[in-house]
């Protein structure tokens, strides 16, 4: 169970339709939580796998449109946390120039609907780690990336790099108004996130290449992403940014088993013996999310 501070607390999960929202529903609900589930379409979007039906009782779902205003605060009424994850709208799925204002609109909107929620005392706020990796020069940074870091927006919308583009500036939009408005705000900047539809056509992937060779390519497996979020929600100690992954690619047999995911059926030319023994500097570093979730699993280890 959650501490005690944390039992019968309620919380808002938009959009809560997605992978990752749907799971943080599902955790949440396990640790007692009171779940506002928001969706931005139908409620039937919404799948949860095993949730018991005393569990049920504790779970209401809304539509909320993060372009909504009033949506957002119904959603939110009398909720102490809102853990917050943008889905592309269902008529624009792509990422491309236009999404960029998209997102940013919906992150302004939502921040400042916590802000006029009086009962909000917390945001974790999903953002990803291409908010933080790409730039010019990577490889000649004297030391590692982490969440103190920001990608380039100029880099970004020279190269095409809608979702880093996307994610940058909304992430900062959101930032920018927590800390005018006084918000206690931390964001997860997630790796790219592993799922049985993965494709090579997922936005996290452009410059997929140009990230393993400069040692910033790395992936998380959904639990691990969704323990992460609540570790930084129940942690009163947690503050700003947190680059959250739990595998780097570094060497070419991780980037064949990627790619034999991302395109089944396409061949994979045997490696040369430079590439088979190559092995790339890892130059992400998540060292600021172990720390906190180090008690935190071994919580979930107690638990079980």
């Known amino acids: 169970m959650a501490p005690a501070s944390f039992h019968h607390e309620k919380v808002c999960v938009m959009d809560a339709s997605g992978r990752l929202g749907s799971t943080l529903v599902e955790r949440l609900l396990e640790r007692g939580y009171i779940v506002h589930a928001a969706v931005q379409g139908h409620v039937d979007d919404l799948k949860l796998?095993?949730?018991?039906t005393e569990r049920e009782k504790k779970?209401?779902?809304?539509h909320a449109d993060p372009f909504d205003y009033q949506s957002i605060t119904d959603a939110l009424k009398g909720c102490s946390g809102l853990f917050y994850a943008f889905e592309p709208p269902q008529d624009h799925p792509a990422y491309d120039e236009y999404m960029v204002e998209v997102e940013v609109r919906a992150a302004h909107n939502v921040v400042e609907a916590c802000a006029r929620t009086e009962t909000i005392d917390k945001v974790v706020f999903t953002s990803s780690a291409t908010a933080v990796l790409w730039r010019d020069?990577?490889?000649?940074?004297?030391?590692?990336?982490?969440?103190r870091h920001w990608s380039d927006v100029n880099f970004?919308?020279?190269?095409?790099?809608?979702?880093?583009?996307s994610k940058t500036v909304a992430e900062k939009t959101a930032w920018a108004l927590a800390m005018d408005r006084d918000i206690n705000m931390v964001s997860i900047n997630g790796g790219l996130l592993m799922e049985p539809h993965l494709s090579i056509t997922h936005p996290y992937l452009k410059g997929a290449a140009e990230?393993?060779?400069?040692?910033?390519?790395?992936t998380v497996d959904l639990q691990f992403l969704v323990d992460a979020h609540i570790c930084v929600f129940e942690d009163v100690s947690s503050y700003g940014r947190y680059l959250c992954f739990n595998h780097a690619i570094t060497n070419h047999e991780d980037a064949i088993h990627l790619s034999r995911l991302l395109t089944p059926y396409s061949p994979s030319p045997p490696p040369s013996y430079e590439e088979a023994n190559l092995i790339i500097q890892q130059r992400l570093s998540n060292k600021k999310l172990n720390k906190v979730m180090v008690d935190f699993e071994s919580e979930l280890l107690l638990e079980e």
Do not use: P
Request: hydrophobic residues 45%; neutral net charge.
């Open 59 to 62: 779970l209401k779902i809304f």
């Open 137 to 147: 020069n990577n490889s000649q940074l004297a030391s590692d990336l982490d969440e």
């Open 156 to 165: 970004c919308r020279k190269f095409k790099l809608w979702h880093a583009l």
């Open 49 to 52: 796998n095993g949730v018991a």
């Open 211 to 218: 990230m393993y060779e400069c040692g910033t390519f790395v």
